[in-house]
């Protein structure tokens, strides 16, 4: 086997990239990046809101159209890609899992907290009795110790999961501190091991490169960085690097610089780049989607959004408490 073909690649740019438009996403879109996604040989492509599987609400924001409509529009372009969803437990269920799956969804990463994997039992479960792929997600993998990341792994793995992915959802990790925890966990688990990145310290291509290095098979990218924060490991750069380094996954990377440059730059309302607020997400250890809830809070009390930010870190928010944001932003200002 030659090097790089047991990589398998998941652009999340229709799943992740749905935070930074606002979950605006179109079907006439999600049709039209699926289709050249596919066109350029990817392996899997994610779908769904950028909370995951039911995730369209008031408190993560309403999508422009339903998910599942979606997730149907991808299945119907793809002919050699795989539809894949997310799911979070508490705002997912079954019953959106088993729709998805009838909708043509043929993976589903299942994402917890690093520290609630017992969460994911029933989840996982499900999945697999349904037929489909069943992977687990360690999310804000850089808020506990690797210890206790290898003993949520291990649930995981013992409730059926076929991988489990190291998931840095607030770009704070260093390279070595992916290496450690891709390392500890190859040696701990005997399935697939997996790696999410967010580009809010401008390492997500050296942090994906490390946990390749490491042993990581299951490795996820975001055409034109388009993803929640900074974004997301910019798939065209990442194939292109590991194009250099030897690494063939069988991805054409000129279709992949197209698609970037031709369809996905339009959809944009802004460039993806590392602005302030999405640095001190990075530097703050704060999960990447509460980024424009950070902003929208701050605009409303008239205060600094990186205050926001900095605040939710040193209480140690994880994902699915955008609810604290406003009250951390009240706070602030009545301390003004």
């Known amino acids: 086997m030659s090097k790089g073909k047991d990589i398998k690649i998941t652009e999340v740019a229709l799943r992740d990239g749905s935070h930074a438009v606002a979950h605006q996403f179109t079907e006439k879109q999600v049709r039209d990046v699926t289709r050249a996604l596919d066109d350029a040989g990817m392996h899997y492509i994610e779908v769904s809101h950028g909370d995951g599987l039911g ?3 008031i408190q993560y924001g309403r999508s422009l159209e339903d998910e599942l ?7 119907e372009e ?4 795989k539809i894949a969803v997310l799911l979070l437990p508490g705002i997912g269920t079954v019953h959106e899992l088993k729709e998805a799956n009838n909708r043509g969804a043929r993976l589903v990463r299942v994402a917890t907290h690093s520290t609630e994997a017992d969460v994911s039992a029933q989840h996982i479960h499900y999945a697999r009795e349904l037929g489909m792929e069943a992977l687990g997600f360690l999310m804000m993998a850089h808020s506990v110790p690797v210890e206790k990341l290898v003993e949520q792994a291990k649930l995981m793995e013992s409730y059926g999961a076929e991988a489990v992915y190291v998931t840095d959802s607030a770009g704070a990790l260093t ?10 966990l190859k040696n701990s688990l005997d399935i697939e091991i997996g790696f ?11 942090n994906t490169l490390a946990a390749i290095e490491e042993g990581a098979t299951r490795i996820d990218g975001s055409v034109r960085c388009l993803g929640a924060g900074a974004g997301n490991t910019q798939t065209e750069v990442l ?6 380094l030897g690494y063939d996954v069988g991805i054409d990377i000129y279709k992949m610089m197209d698609l970037a440059e031709d369809i996905v730059s339009p959809i944009l309302t802004q460039s993806q780049e590392i ?3 999405s640095l001190v997400l990075g530097y703050a250890g704060v999960y990447s989607s509460f980024l424009l809830h950070a902003e929208r809070a701050a605009k409303r009390f008239h205060i600094d959004a990186r205050d926001i930010l900095i605040e939710l870190g040193k209480m140690k928010v994880i994902g699915g408490q955008e609810d604290m944001i406003l009250d951390v932003a009240a706070n602030l200002a009545n301390k003004k």
Request: no cysteine; net charge positive.
């Open 275 to 277: 602005t302030k607020g």
């Open 196 to 206: 999410h990145a967010h580009n809010n310290l401008s390492l997500a291509v050296a």
């Open 69 to 75: 409509t979606l997730i149907e529009a991808a299945a």
């Open 175 to 184: 390279p070595n501190e992916v290496r450690e925890r891709i390392k500890a």
């Open 239 to 244: 194939l292109a690097v590991m194009d250099k």
């Open 55 to 57: 995730g369209s609400t």
């Open 78 to 81: 793809a002919k050699q890609s």
